[in-house]
C-alpha cells in the first residue's frame, strides 16, 4: 500500500544552518505530495505542496521538489530561524492523506 | 471563522468504558478524517469519508466506529476504551479530492485522550 518514510529525528541545528529533510514515498498513481508543520501544542498546518513530477512547493523560505524519478520529496530551508523549532510532516495524498512519522526539529540561538 | 472545532480536549477513560469524539466543521468541506498521533508513529489515519453517507477505513480502524449523517458532523467513537487508545486525536477536513488527489487538510486542535 501507499507509504512516506521520513528521515528519523531529532534534529538539531544552530540558527542560520541549512535545513533538509528527507522524505520517500512509494504510491500507485500519481499522488500529491505535502509538507506540513506542528508547533508544539498545536494541530498540523500546511507548509508547502506538489501535485505532479517536477513541480516545486515553497513557503516561508521552504522548499521541495516533487521527484518522481527518485519517488522523493526533501524539505529544505537555506537558513534556519529559532522559529521554526518544530515537528514536520510528509505526506501523500491520493483518496485519502498518508503521514510519515514526521521529524522534530530544533533550531538553537 | 470556526473551522474544524473537536470537543473534548481532554479525557479520561477507564477500560472498556465507551465515548464518542466529536469533531464539527463549518466549511462545508466533503472530505473528513480522524487521525491519531503517538510519539515516534507520525499520524495514523484511523477513518475517513468523502461525503455524507460515506465511510472508509484508514490504516488503524480497529476499535473505532464512525459515521458521517450529516456533512457538518464526523464523530468518532469507541466501543470499549483500551489502554492502547491512549493517543491524541485529529480531526480534520477538506474539500472532495479532484481527480484522486487530495487537497489541504484543516486540522482541529485535538483531544487528549488517556485510558486507564
Known amino acids: 500500500g501507499d507509504s512516506v518514510t521520513q528521515m528519523e529525528g531529532p534534529v538539531t541545528l544552530s540558527e542560520e544552518a541549512f535545513l533538509t529533510i528527507n522524505c520517500t514515498y512509494t504510491a500507485t498513481g500519481y499522488p500529491s505530495l505535502f509538507w506540513y508543520v506542528q508547533y508544539p501544542g498545536e494541530g498540523l498546518q500546511l507548509l508547502l505542496k506538489?501535485?505532479?513530477?517536477?513541480d516545486k512547493g515553497s513557503n516561508k523560505g521552504f522548499e521541495a521538489t516533487y521527484r518522481k524519478e527518485t519517488t522523493s520529496f526533501h524539505l529544505e530551508k537555506g537558513s534556519v530561524q529559532v522559529s521554526d523549532s518544530a515537528v514536520y510532516f510528509c505526506?501523500?495524498?491520493?483518496?485519502?492523506?498518508?503521514f510519515g512519522q514526521g521529524t522534530e526539529l530544533s533550531v538553537k540561538p | 471563522n470556526a473551522g474544524v472545532t473537536q470537543t473534548p480536549k481532554f479525557q479520561v477513560l477507564k477500560t472498556g468504558q465507551s465515548m464518542t469524539l466529536q469533531c464539527a466543521q463549518d466549511m462545508n468541506h466533503e472530505y473528513m478524517s480522524w487521525y491519531r498521533q503517538d510519539p515516534g508513529m507520525g499520524l495514523r489515519l484511523i477513518h475517513y469519508?468523502?461525503?455524507?453517507?460515506?465511510?472508509d477505513q484508514g490504516e488503524v480502524p480497529n476499535g473505532y466506529n464512525v459515521s458521517r449523517s450529516t456533512t457538518e458532523d464526523f464523530p468518532l467513537r469507541l466501543l470499549s476504551a483500551a489502554p492502547s487508545q491512549t493517543s491524541v486525536y485529529f480531526c480534520?477536513?477538506?474539500?472532495?479530492?479532484?481527480?484522486?488527489?487530495?487537497?489541504?487538510?484543516?486540522f482541529g486542535s485535538g483531544t487528549q485522550l488517556s485510558v486507564l
Open positions: 505526506a501523500l495524498g491520493t483518496r485519502k492523506l498518508i
Open positions: 469519508s468523502v461525503g455524507a453517507g460515506i465511510t
Open positions: 506538489a501535485t505532479k513530477a517536477d
Open positions: 480534520a477536513s477538506s474539500y472532495k479530492p479532484l481527480q484522486g488527489a487530495q487537497e489541504k487538510l484543516f
